[in-house]
């Protein structure tokens, strides 16, 4: 079985950068120095070349046994 967020998740680039990738943390609370979790991290097919306003949408799915 699996399961997809309903809704993608937007980030807004403020900048030129390259992206390669993506990690999914659990942080209790924004700004925290407690430890963190990391769930889960994704290698892009192909590098992303994002300039100042683009938008990268993310949808994520996770399956279970």
Same mark, same amino acid.
């Given at each position: 079985?699996?399961? #997809?967020?309903? $809704? =993608?998740? !937007?980030? =807004? @680039?403020? *900048? #030129? @950068?390259? /992206?390669?990738? @993506? %990690? /999914? *943390?659990? /942080?209790? =609370?924004?700004?925290?120095? $407690?430890?963190?979790?990391?769930?889960?991290?994704?290698? %892009?097919? $192909?590098?992303?070349? *994002?300039?100042? /306003? !683009?938008?990268?949408? @993310? =949808?994520?799915?996770?399956?279970? $046994?």
């Amino acid at each position: 079985q699996s399961m #997809t967020n309903a $809704a =993608t998740v !937007d980030f =807004t @680039i403020n *900048a #030129t @950068i390259v /992206l390669k990738g @993506i %990690f /999914l *943390a659990k /942080l209790n =609370t924004k700004g925290s120095t $407690a430890s963190s979790i990391l769930w889960s991290t994704g290698a %892009f097919g $192909a590098t992303i070349n *994002a300039v100042n /306003l !683009d938008v990268l949408s @993310i =949808t994520y799915t996770t399956s279970v $046994a």
